[in-house]
């Protein structure tokens, strides 16, 4: 059902701001020498006011990168100021060259819109509804309702086919 009440989701689901980021290594050396400072920054970044929720997550061939819920922008402007992220900011990007270990990376900050939906043990009164129509496209005044499939696929067929879909999709990516 369609909120601006996420007091009952999980810590993700009550972020107000997203810290999303990738960086991209010379060698396994650099991602090895990474991992063992991440304890340091995790125990900051876990005892930093504001902070909800995190994932790491690995990007062949050398890449790691990091998604972080805090409740505010402002939180995560106070972590980025710690002396355990700006001791990691400068090891990645030091003002030797023939220091560096990264060979890019990329940061952006995310801010939900107000506006959400929630169901059930999420949904800060405990329901479970479908949305009577979807969110107005630009330029629409009068959005589609969303009825359900008239003939919803069902059967072993569909089941190998949509498992195979999804493992395509895990190895390869999603088709374009």
């Not at 560096?100 to 169901?119: D, M, S």
């Not at 129509?133 to 630009?138: D, I, M, Q, T």
Request: hydrophobic share 35%; with cysteine; net charge positive.
């Amino acid at each position: 059902m369609r909120t601006t009440d996420f007091s009952a989701a999980p810590p993700q689901g009550r972020a107000g701001a997203f810290f999303f980021s990738c960086n991209y290594y010379h060698s396994p050396l650099g991602m090895v020498r990474q991992v063992i400072r991440w304890p340091k920054l995790s125990a900051r970044l876990r005892a930093t006011p504001g902070y909800l929720w995190h994932r790491s997550y690995y990007q062949f061939p050398l890449g790691i990168g990091l998604l972080v819920g805090f409740d505010t922008q402002e939180s995560l402007k106070e972590f980025a100021r710690t002396p355990e992220h700006v001791e990691l900011m400068h090891w990645l990007l030091p003002e030797d060259p023939d220091q560096e270990v990264a060979k890019g990376g990329f940061i952006r900050i995310l801010v939900p819109q107000e506006h959400g939906y929630t169901n059930g043990n999420c949904n800060a009164q405990g329901r479970m509804s479908m949305i009577r129509r979807f969110a107005p496209l630009a330029g629409e005044s009068d959005p589609p309702a969303t009825t359900p499939l008239s003939d919803p696929p069902v059967g072993p067929a569909h089941l190998i086919r949509s498992t195979i879909a999804v493992v395509r999709d895990k190895l390869f990516g999603p088709r374009r």
